[in-house]
């Protein structure tokens, strides 16, 4: 191969940078050519294709920086849609023009569901990331146990259901144990959960902080770190009367109390409490966007004012009880080492599937607990459920624990080989060193977007 193609599709990560450099790194020692195409998929629906050249002379331009977060050749929630045959054909075309033999999609699994009709007309591969830890497998097998059933209002008129697992679940068998971005986003709100802790504590109330993450609760999980009193993850419908109960056991015994939930928990009939509307964004995820603002409805509801009164903390239940969205913060910014190391590794890992002829694949971040971590790559195919449906990684039962209301000793297991050794010592100075930096109050942001414009160049030029 001498030209590839890298987009980065779906919601920023903090480690997109550090996946597109280590992809132009490789390139850079196999002499290959690497062009970006900005804005994700959207770059290929425009006759134009605007696009960035990141090795003129096999060197990465300056503006690749694997340190920043967000993307240099930007991001859209735009997907292909495999029924668009014609459409898919001009997309081909395009990337043929500019010469490209083969197409790295730096996405999740949205952006995975949608590469399959790609890959049948042009080499392509992908390299995995997202915040939401929820691209891949808690054994090879399990895309194997979903069940689809025709339902009509369910999307797309289908419901899809899981059988019971006859698979023993084992940390060393995950497949892509870890996602780039999930271990910035934990390093982000632990320290939220610990900054609303001492308020919670100075003033006797009850947080309630709600992260990301979708339907699965890594997120919340890994938030473990910041010492939450009680961690709510979607997977697990709540039962009211437990937390309840066990809230009042905690504020009669420490005056606050700390919770932290996942923004797709549900009630005990399923319902996800946080999908106050039935939008979607542009690649069909409902938006949830309610969680702890109706758990804090259920709970003012269920303590009562008088409980508050009574303890002289507050006049309402309403005054007591706050909530916090941890919201985009958790996406931006500097990746943390961990990300930005195995980024790296697997955008390197992804140009070597290209040059081997592996199309369709991904590359994988793998652990086992004699070898660590290693990346290899993994048939996209095999992520597949019978239909073709690639499902979101949801937290396995072992990893949490529903009365504790914590990670499980097996979750804890899990959680230490990603974040032990997460934060590298330069992580720490570059915040000491460019936080406080005199300069950022008297100069202007500079955009990575002003400098990169001026390298995008088109396949079309603009008509008048
Ligand atoms: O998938 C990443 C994610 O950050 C989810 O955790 C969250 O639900 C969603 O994207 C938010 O998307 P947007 O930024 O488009 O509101």
């Known amino acids: 191969m001498k030209r590839i193609g890298i987009l980065t599709a779906g919601g920023d990560t903090p480690a997109l940078n550090a996946a597109i450099h280590g992809a132009v790194v490789r390139a850079n020692q196999l002499k290959i050519e690497v ?10 629906f ?61 996405g999740g699994d949205g952006t995975l569901n949608g590469l399959q009709p790609l890959a049948e007309r042009l080499p392509t591969v992908l390299a995995p990331k997202t915040i939401d830890n929820d691209l891949g497998l808690n054994y090879p097998s399990e895309p194997d146990e979903w069940v689809r059933t025709a339902e009509p209002g369910a999307t797309n008129g289908r419901r899809y259901t899981r059988t019971p697992s006859s ?15 999930y271990a910035t986003a934990v390093f982000v709100t632990a320290q939220g959960v610990q900054r609303i802790r001492t308020t919670a504590e100075s003033h006797r109330r009850i947080a309630i902080i709600e992260v990301m993450g979708r339907h699965s609760g890594y997120i919340a999980l890994g938030t473990a770190y910041g010492q939450p009193d009680i961690i709510l993850v979607p997977e697990q419908p709540i039962d009211m009367t437990l ?28 319902k996800e409490l946080g999908a106050m509307s039935t939008s979607t964004d542009p690649a069909g995820n409902v938006a949830l966007s309610g969680a ?31 909530i916090r969205k941890v919201g985009h913060t958790q996406r931006g910014g500097r990746p943390i080492l961990f990300d930005r190391f195995y980024a790296a590794q697997l955008g390197s890992k992804a140009v070597d599937l290209l040059v081997e002829g592996r199309n369709n694949a991904v ?66 100075e570059h915040m000491r060193q460019t936080l406080f930096d005199a300069g950022n109050l008297s100069h202007p942001y500079h955009s990575i977007n002003t400098d990169v414009h001026k390298r995008i160049r088109y396949l079309e030029a603009e008509t008048p």
């Open 35 to 44: 062009v970006g195409l900005i804005k994700g998929f959207n770059c290929l």
């Open 46 to 106: 425009n006759p134009r294709v605007p696009h960035v050249h990141l090795n003129p002379l096999f060197q990465s331009i300056p503006e690749l920086d694997p340190t920043k977060g967000g993307t240099l050749i930007g991001s859209s929630r735009d997907y292909v849609d495999p029924s668009r045959g014609h459409e898919l054909d001009l997309i081909v075309s395009r990337l043929c023009s500019l010469k490209i033999e083969g197409l790295i999609a730096v």
């Open 167 to 181: 698979t023993v679940f084992d940390l060393n068998h995950i497949v892509n144990y870890a996602t780039p971005g």
């Open 243 to 270: 937390l309840v109960e066990r809230v009042r056991h905690l504020y009669d015994l420490q005056k606050n109390v700390v919770i932290v939930c996942g923004e797709g928990i549900v009630d005990e009939d399923g």
């Open 292 to 322: 702890a603002e109706a758990l804090r409805a259920k709970m003012m509801e269920m303590l009562g004012d008088r409980y508050f009164q009574r303890y002289r903390r507050g006049e309402t239940a309403r005054e007591a009880i706050f």
């Open 363 to 428: 590359s994988v971040l793998q652990y086992h607990a004699d070898r660590g971590f290693y990346v290899e790559g993994y048939d996209a195919n095999r992520f597949r459920d019978r239909w073709g449906y690639i499902h979101a990684r949801r937290l396995h039962p072992a990893l949490y624990d529903p009365l504790l209301m914590r990670p499980s000793k097996m979750g804890i297991d899990y959680l230490l080989p990603i974040f032990t050794d997460a934060i590298g010592n330069d992580d720490a």
